[in-house]
Nanobody
Framework: QVRLVESGGGLVQAGNSLSLSCVASGRAFSSYNMGWFRQAPGKEREFVAYCTWNGDSIYSADASKGRFTVSRDNAKNTVTLQMLNLEPEDTAVYYC???????????????WGQGTQVTVSS
């Protein structure tokens, strides 16, 4: 089982950037597809992006507007979500997760981090 720890969240003003990191420990990180999800207050958790084991990336419609980039470094067991030009609507707890499948379906992720808070002020 892989264990995940996110970091990099914080409070930023709209228009600024943040880079979230997720470090994995345990077995076979490079075999997992790694996803990022977020959950805003009062809303359901939603898919943001995922990065396949070999570095291909898929984004949600919102993230695909070019503001978000997901990448991974298998040598460092790390997956990163770079977020540019943040908006107040991006305020949420951001989670990384691992799945054996190339998927954006929450239920198909088998391991989750504890989340990191991102707050964007206007």
């Amino acid at each position: 089982q892989v264990r995940l720890v996110e970091s990099g969240g914080g409070l930023v003003q709209a228009g600024n950037s943040l880079s979230l990191s997720c470090v994995a420990s345990g077995r076979a990180f490079s075999s997992y597809n790694m996803g990022w999800f977020r959950q805003a207050p009062g809303k359901e958790r939603e898919f943001v992006a995922y990065c396949t084991w070999n570095g291909d990336s898929i984004y949600s419609a919102d993230a695909s507007k070019g503001r978000f980039t997901v990448s991974r470094d298998n040598a460092k067991n790390t997956v990163t979500l770079q977020m540019l030009n943040l908006e107040p609507e991006d305020t949420a707890v951001y989670y990384c997760a691992a799945s054996p499948r190339r998927t954006n379906v929450i239920e198909e992720y088998v391991a989750w981090g504890q989340g990191t808070q991102v707050t964007v002020s206007s």
